[in-house]
Structures are given as C-alpha cells and as structure tokens.
C-alpha cells in the first residue's frame, strides 16, 4: 500500500505559496496567502497527529486559497490513506497536468506508477439518457447536474445512483463497479407537469388540496371465501421468490465486498479475484431471476385478487365512506 512521501518537499511550498503556481493564477493578497500558510501548517501538524482526516480538510482550504499544485500531490496521499481512491486519482492527475515540465522526472514515473494502481482500484459510471438540469447523487452525496462531459469516478463495489428531476420526482439505479470498468447507466426521461418547478430538497406541492373531500360509495369488506385461496397461494409464492431474490442479492453484495478486500491486499491473486467477481455476477443474476418472477408472480396475485372482489361485490350492500377528490 502507498505510504505518504514527500512532506519535507511539500513543507518548502510554505516559502512559495504566493508565488507563481502552474495551472493557476497566484493570490497577490498577502492576508489570503498568509491563511493559506497557517492551514498548510496546521495540515501538516494534524496529520502527525494521527488526524487524516483534519489533514485532509486543512490542505484542501490551502490549495483553494493559493492553488499551488504541489498541495495536489499530498492530497492524493491522504485521500489513498482513507481509502478514497477515486478522489486520490483525480488529485494525481492534477498533479502532473498542473506541475508539467515543474515535476521532476523521477517523481513523474512515481506519481504515473500510483495511477496505473488506483485505475484498478477505480471505475467510471457514465450516465446515459437523462434529461438536462437534474441533479444526481452518488450514494446520496451530490456529484453535478446533468449533462456530465466525462463519467462520473468512484471506488469499486457497489453503489446508488440517483437522479432527482426540477419537478421533484426521483429515480435511482445501484450499479457494481468492477475495476477500471465503465458502467453504463440510463434513466427514464419524465414528461414535464406545467407550472411544477421544485428544488431538489423540496418535495412537489399536493396534486389534491386539503379539504377537498366528497362522500363516495365504497363496497363494504367480505369475509374471505373459497375462490380467493388460489390469490392467497399466488401472493405466498410471491413472496417466496421476493425471498429468494433478497438472500442472493445479499450474497452477491458479499462477494463484491470479498472482492473489493482481496483487491485491497497485498498481494492480490488475480485468479482469486477473478472467482468472486464470477460469483458476484452469477448471484447478481440469480437475484434479478428471483426479482423478476417476484413481479411476474404479483401481477398475477393481482389479477386474481381483483377477480376474486369484483366476483364478492355483486349484491353486497355499501356504506359511505370519504376520499379525496382531484376537483
């Protein structure tokens, strides 16, 4: 595993921070430039510490104050620490694009030889056919808006992703993310509702106003009869296969999380690794098997359901009872 190199370089960044910065324009502010030492510092104090996590956070407002790209390359180190490996590779990255010819060479084949390791720690999910202006979240953290110009980044394993629309209806999709993999993922697009615009921390105002109430007829409940047995033998094994679908989806999320381990050792087996992924997917698939024939099964209790009341209705007497009305 990587280990954190260079702070007695990064440490002679403290003398240059307001001076020219490759990728960025220098602060000219000697109060903003005098912040950005005293975080530097304190960055550096936190993580011999034993604080990463502060660290993290002090170095990240240092570089935002004065962007010195030499901050980046301490900053991929803390984040492979955490285990946050998609953030990792983005500092790196922009690292060597912002440093240029600045970065010595032998650093250069250090931090290129980080990245090739961090690729296959890493996957990218690229979003597919979803409509412009809604907002998408990767396991409920806040990623942009769409359209996205590149695949969104992020650590192996599974995850969910979730697209939150200007009318305020959600979708989501979970995904498993094998190393340096693209994953395709779609989304519906929704019919727009006119003059119904919310952000997405709202919910979308009630289709029906309060108050609006009208007695209407409601049949009244039969004790069940013979005919109705064959939908509650149909809804049992819906439920069976509903089961079924749960127990090898948690199998499958199992073995992703072997796999995800197996690939965070050292050394990691390829044949090892290959064998959980091929369970992970055949699990994967057992489950949507379950999963669909759960719905299959649905439908029909459903159908038989309702077969079985509208053949209980005849004759029977009806109360008043109250329901909303959309008028």
């Known amino acids: 595993m990587m280990r954190l190199r260079g702070w007695a370089v990064a440490l002679a960044v403290l003398s240059g921070l307001g001076g020219p910065s490759a990728g960025a324009a220098p602060s000219t502010d000697p109060a903003v430039v005098e912040e950005a030492q005293s975080r530097f510092h304190r960055g550096v104090k936190l993580y011999e510490e034993g604080d990463a996590a502060g660290a993290l956070a002090e170095l990240t407002r240092a570089y935002r104050l004065v962007p010195n790209y030499k901050i980046l390359y301490n900053l991929g180190q803390i984040a492979y620490q955490q285990r946050d490996f998609a953030a990792a590779l983005g500092y790196f990255r922009r690292y060597l694009s912002d440093g240029g010819d600045l970065i010595l060479e032998p650093r250069r084949r250090e931090v290129d030889k980080d990245i090739v390791d961090l690729e296959l720690r890493t996957g990218r999910i690229d979003i597919e056919s979803l409509q412009a202006g809604a907002t998408v979240y990767l396991d409920d953290v806040r990623v942009g808006t769409s359209p996205f110009a590149s695949p969104i980044v992020a650590n192996v394993g599974r995850h969910r992703v979730e697209a939150v629309f200007d009318s305020g209806q959600k979708q989501y999709r979970v995904v498993d993310l094998a190393g340096d993999e693209t994953v395709r993922v779609a989304f519906e697009r929704l019919a727009s509702v006119p003059g119904l615009r919310v952000s997405p921390d709202q919910s979308p105002p009630p289709l029906v106003e309060a108050?609006?109430?009208?007695?209407?007829?409601?049949?009244?409940?039969?004790?069940?009869?013979?005919?109705?047995?064959?939908?509650?033998?149909?809804?049992?094994?819906?439920?069976?296969?509903?089961?079924?679908?749960?127990?090898?989806?948690?199998?499958?999320?199992?073995?992703?999380?072997?796999?995800?381990?197996?690939?965070?050792?050292?050394?990691?087996?390829?044949?090892?690794?290959?064998?959980?992924?091929?369970?992970?997917?055949?699990?994967?698939?057992?489950?949507?098997?379950?999963?669909?024939?759960?719905?299959?099964?649905?439908?029909?209790?459903?159908?038989?359901?309702?077969?079985?009341?509208?053949?209980?209705?005849?004759?029977?007497?009806?109360?008043?009872?109250?329901?909303?009305?959309?008028?």
């Not at 499958?252 to 381990?261: C, H």
């Open 211 to 327: 108050g609006a109430l009208e007695r209407v007829r409601v049949p009244q409940r039969e004790s069940p009869r013979k005919g109705q047995r064959g939908s509650w033998l149909a809804w049992t094994l819906t439920a069976g296969l509903a089961v079924g679908a749960g127990i090898s989806g948690g199998l499958a999320l199992e073995r992703s999380s072997q796999a995800e381990d197996a690939l965070n050792s050292y050394p990691a087996s390829k044949n090892n690794l290959d064998g959980l992924r091929s369970q992970q997917r055949t699990m994967s698939w057992v489950s949507d098997g379950f999963a669909i024939g759960a719905l299959v099964m649905a439908g029909v209790s459903m159908y038989l359901s309702l077969s079985g009341a509208s053949e209980a209705q005849a004759g029977s007497p009806s109360r008043l009872d109250m329901a909303c009305s959309g008028r």
